[in-house]
């Protein structure tokens, strides 16, 4: 009698405890790249970024942030570099979505004609080296005309981490591409950007304003501080294109 009710008080326990831990369980917010693959995710919207080799690749994480609301942050276990066998990284549709990384992150565009393209509100890429896309077209980062509120800061454009050569680590065509007259509010700053056979930023905004804020901000684009932003761009510094 009293071995049974000491079971009963086991039982009693562990559901107590149980229900303590599955309280304590919340939806994902961050995601963690531990790969330099570039596999896609098996099951978008799962809320687990998972390749099929098990990994967890950067194409992965944006694939289940985009279906995902709950994820706001995609980091990185390591330094890295990864190379763009699978293509462009899928549109960031995602809102609230920050791509961060502290400078020892390279991913190599394998000729894609982008790497990263933002349509969503309040993305952010910081941190990241991107380099090696064509250089007869697209941009590094491309801001799409469905973006607003933008954060690119504190990347290098056109180099690896080493910051090597141009001739050695291929810029593509455009480092920041702000495209259509959509796009709302894209704030780039403390970036090095270099190494472009066309421009270091190309505004393509009916709006578009450098280093300033508009009195009226609404379709507007600032940019400023880069640090040698411009100065290595072998056709044009910055394009403003009216409408
Ligand atoms: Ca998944």
Known sequence: MKHRYYIALCTLFLFFVYGLV???ITPQTLIIVDSNGDGGDTTPGN????????TCTLRAAIQEANATATIDQIAFNSNMT??????ALPLISADDLAITALGGVNINGND?????TIGGGRNTIAGLNLYNTATNTGALIHVNATAQDSQIFGNRLGTATDGATCSSCNGGYIGVSIGGAGAVRTYIYNNLIRCHAFA????????????LTPASAAAGNVIQDN???ISANTISS???RQR
């Open 22 to 24: 599955s309280a304590e």
């Open 47 to 54: 809320g687990v970024c998972k390749t099929a080799a098990n």
């Open 82 to 87: 990864i190379v763009l066998t699978a293509g």
């Open 112 to 116: 894609q004609a982008n790497i990263f």
């Open 200 to 211: 270091g930023i190309n505004l393509q905004s009916n709006s578009a304003f450098i280093g």
């Open 227 to 229: 640090q040698d932003a």
């Open 238 to 240: 910055v394009t403003i």
